[in-house]
């Protein structure tokens, strides 16, 4: 644009000065002829007129043209600008939508989690009660087994005329058959606690698996 600029002002400046040096056989009046009509008039002054109306059309048609292109430019920028922005808010509409998401996922497995818990506490406490329970019969029943032997033994003694022997022993605080069953409750209760812990952990994948496969059927290609 300004070479064409230079160009033009150095044409302009080789036109003006050529018809100052002229000047005198630029206004000199010849016979011209206008269709039938012959006229004396300065041919080179008409023509001279000629090409400065040309120059003045020729910028002006530029000029036209220049600020037809900057409105174009503009209209076209605003274009953009307005397709960018709605382009931006669809964007942040999506990051939106995929947090929710995320977030909702995250409460329900924190729900799942609670939920999971509880029932294993209950289901311990629930065992252990049985278990207490059952320790407490298989004593009872111990207990009432040895209280009728004794009763036995000594129903023999009096009918031999013996008289009892009270043996200086200490009781025993708990006998061979309340340990072993106390220790099989014990065992019980740790392996229904690792069955338990086996369930959970496997339920934690299986959550972890869908949550790993959920953002990839609700990610960028379902949104693109």
């Known amino acids: 644009m300004r070479t064409r600029t ?49 120059l003045v059309l020729f910028l002006v048609s530029s000029i036209a043209m220049r600020t037809q292109s900057l409105i174009d430019y503009r209209q076209h920028h605003k274009t953009l600008e307005a397709q960018r922005e709605l382009a931006d808010k669809a964007e942040a509409s999506r990051f939106v939508d995929l ?29 252990r009660r049985e278990l207490q329970v059952q320790m407490e019969q298989i004593n009872r029943t111990i207990a009432a087994r040895m209280t009728e032997l004794e009763n036995r033994l000594d129903g023999r003694v009096n009918r031999m ?39 959970q952990r496997e339920v934690r994948r299986e959550e972890r698996a869908t949550a790993a496969d959920k953002p990839s059927e609700s990610g960028w290609r379902k949104w693109f």
Request: a negative charge; aromatic letters at 4%; glycine letters at 6%.
């Open 99 to 127: 947090r929710q998401q995320l977030d909702t996922h995250l409460k329900e497995m924190r729900e799942r989690d609670a939920i999971a818990a509880s029932e294993f506490d209950k289901a311990m406490l629930q065992t």
């Open 6 to 54: 230079i160009l033009l002002v150095v044409a302009i400046l080789l036109v003006a000065g050529f018809a100052a040096l002229n000047w005198g056989e630029v206004v000199r009046p010849t016979t011209l002829l206008f269709g039938p009509i012959a006229a004396d008039a300065p041919l080179g002054l008409i023509l001279l007129t000629l090409l400065a109306l040309t």
């Open 161 to 199: 005329g013996v008289p009892p022997v009270t043996p200086n022993v200490p009781p025993m605080q708990e006998s061979v058959a309340a340990r072993e069953a106390r220790e099989a409750g014990v065992r019980e209760e740790e392996r229904i606690r690792q069955d338990s812990e086996r369930e």
